[in-house]
T-cell receptor, first 113, second 112 residues
């Protein structure tokens, strides 16, 4: 299994729809999980942390499944401005010490009017 | 200080030249990371510092690459004898211990 793996997409979704994507990770001992958003030719920006019990921030919901070693991101009532690449990041898989993050390749999301 | 700052934003250089990038982290953060990102890939870890100590270097970081963080504040990443394969976005991030990474806006390097 690759260290951190995501479906690159693109996901083409009509405005207002709900979309979800997953990210699998290789190290069962990983403790920290994040979703980052990256716009074209910009830096990744932290979208949300992912907690064991699942967490929600407005239209965004993140969940962790330790048994199957994946995290998920669900976006409800999608907006045109949600169009971006969504990167998952996991600690303890690659370099950077305990807090160093290994990133997936990202999932490209396109919201269509 | 509102975020991580990187300079320059863009750098075009000819193959064989040396380049140096600078990163100013969020001032309270003790950890500083360098990542590299190419098109269609996620950021890849290069090296990181805790305060002024460089604690780890990726095998991606060849001998032509060197990073410093004097006095545990800003950091520099130097690439000697650049190659076309070095063309990428170089991202700096900083964090507290046990907290998420916050990225700067990156330095986009093009080697011609």
């Amino acid at each position: 299994r690759k260290e951190v793996e995501q479906d690159p997409g693109p996901f083409n979704v009509p405005e207002g729809a709900t979309v979800a994507f997953n990210c699998t990770y290789s190290n069962s001992a990983s403790q920290s999980f994040f979703w980052y958003r990256q716009d074209c030719r910009k830096e990744p920006k932290l979208l949300m942390s992912v907690y064991s019990s699942g967490n929600e921030d407005g239209r965004f919901t993140a969940q962790l499944n330790r048994a199957s070693q994946y995290i998920s991101l669900l976006i409800r009532d999608s907006k045109l401005s949600d169009s971006a690449t969504y990167l998952c990041a996991v600690n303890g898989v690659g370099g950077g010490g305990a807090d160093g993050l290994t990133f997936g390749k990202g999932t490209h999301l396109i919201i269509q009017p | 200080d509102t975020g991580v700052s990187q300079d320059p934003r863009h750098k075009i250089t000819k193959r064989g030249q040396n380049v140096t990038f600078r990163c100013d982290p969020i001032s309270e953060h003790n950890r500083l990371y360098w990542y590299r990102q190419t098109l269609g890939q996620g950021p890849e870890f290069l090296t990181y510092f805790q305060n002024e100590a460089q604690l780890e270097k990726s095998r991606l970081l060849s001998d032509r690459f060197s990073a410093e963080r004097p006095k545990g504040s800003f950091s520099t990443l130097e690439i000697q004898r650049t190659e076309q394969g070095d063309s990428a976005m170089y991202l700096c991030a900083s964090s507290f211990t046990n907290s998420p990474l916050h990225f700067g806006n990156g330095t986009r390097l093009t080697v011609t």
